[in-house]
């Protein structure tokens, strides 16, 4: 009897969330038609283009209206309830009501599970292509991913350190480069070159056309030009330079292995930390959703559509800034990266559980 009761409360959940996850993605697909659809006609590409673009980033806004979607189908769930006198039916029975709310709370813990499986295959390499479409087919910015620095500077090393006039990632080369070797906190020896180019066989700098420093306490330093050295710096050059940090284009996976490369050269990494605690309590929106819902619902004791869709969008893209104002503040050090990532599912869950004592229901 208990399966069968709650299969069919679960059951009330799925078209909803289909019905609503549909009309939001539409609205969002349609918001970017009129943003980026100038650029489209400016620049003479098909309408093939246009749908090829339009489809690589349906995955990304999936992936964001999903908690969204889940308030509408807890409020449109047991809302009908309530108007059909399931609800009193189902106390009148024996059932408390946070008992009756446990399928939709499942049903909410499902979306999140399929909210991460989305986020960490599909969707962020098909945003990638959504952005080399817009980017490099329309607006011809080849260096869009930022992989090309002018007056770079990192640790290549303990005691190892390099500066370059111009870092060319895509090329593996850069270009006025000085390398700076100290031992025991003193400089000991010093290259200056015209360029270095990594040697993918030998895993290996090589630099070129330049003059090496070498310095022995107070003796006079040797000097040394030559036209190629194989330096010790073993560093590639991925893990020296890093493209552009595209947020809605990395998995977390993929941001963790940033973060060791950040490691590796010495540079700060607040936005990529705050960024991977941001991603893995993403999916947590769902259930904090499904948890405002509920506690709307049991306290307005209405059915009304109009005002469930309304609610639905108004509290959805709400909780969507508080997302990104916490991410923000993250970023800024004004809060740890994991508050800056559990804050916003954290507080909207109790806020929600202070409304459902307020309606008895638990």
């Given at each position: ?22 009309v ?29 673009y ?21 409020l ?23 008992d ?59 005691e ?7 870092f ?10 000085i ?38 306490g ?11 050295w194989?330096s010790?710096v ?81 509290v ?47």
């Open positions: 009897m208990n399966k069968i009761f709650y299969r069919y409360i679960a059951r009330s959940f799925w078209a909803p969330f289909g019905f609503g996850l549909a939001f993605c539409l609205l969002l697909i349609f918001g970017s038609l009129f943003d980026n659809l100038n650029f489209f006609m400016k620049s003479g590409a098909g309408p093939g283009l246009f749908a090829r339009i489809l690589y980033q349906t995955p990304y806004f999936m992936v964001k209206m999903m908690p969204i979607a889940t308030l509408l189908a807890v449109s769930a047991l809302g009908g309830m309530i108007s059909r006198g399931e609800w009193k039916a189902g106390l009148a029975g024996g059932w408390r009501p946070f009756m709310l446990k399928p939709l709370l499942a049903c909410a813990a499902l979306t999140g599970a399929g909210q991460l499986l989305l986020q960490e295959t599909v969707a962020p390499d098909f945003y990638l292509r959504s952005e080399y479409i817009f980017e490099n087919k329309l607006r011809e910015r080849d260096d869009w991913r930022q992989v090309i620095k002018k007056d770079v500077s990192f640790s290549a090393g303990d190892v350190f390099v500066t370059a006039r111009i060319d990632g895509r090329r593996q080369l850069m270009e006025g480069v390398l700076n070797i100290y031992k025991e906190g003193r400089l000991f020896t010093e290259v200056n070159a015209a360029r270095a180019r990594w040697r993918k066989d030998a895993g290996r700098w090589v630099f070129s056309d330049g003059v090496s420093i070498k310095y022995a107070e003796a006079a330093p040797i000097m040394k030009n030559f036209d190629a194989e010790g073993s560093v590639p050059p991925e893990d020296l330079i890093l493209e552009k940090l595209v947020p809605e284009g990395v998995s977390s996976l993929e941001v963790l292995r940033r973060l060791r490369r950040l490691r590796v050269v010495g540079s700060p990494s607040t936005a990529e930390n705050t960024l991977l605690w941001v991603k893995l309590a993403a999916p947590l929106a769902n259930p904090a959703m499904a948890l405002i819902g509920a506690a709307m619902v049991l306290m307005l004791r209405t059915n009304n559509r109009i005002l469930g869709f309304g609610l639905a969008v108004g959805g893209f709400f909780f969507w800034a508080v997302i990104i104002m916490t991410q923000e503040a993250g970023k800024a050090e004004l809060l740890p990266p994991f508050a800056a990532g559990l804050a916003p599912s954290a507080v909207f869950a109790l806020a929600s559980l202070w409304g459902l004592r307020r309606a008895r229901a638990i």
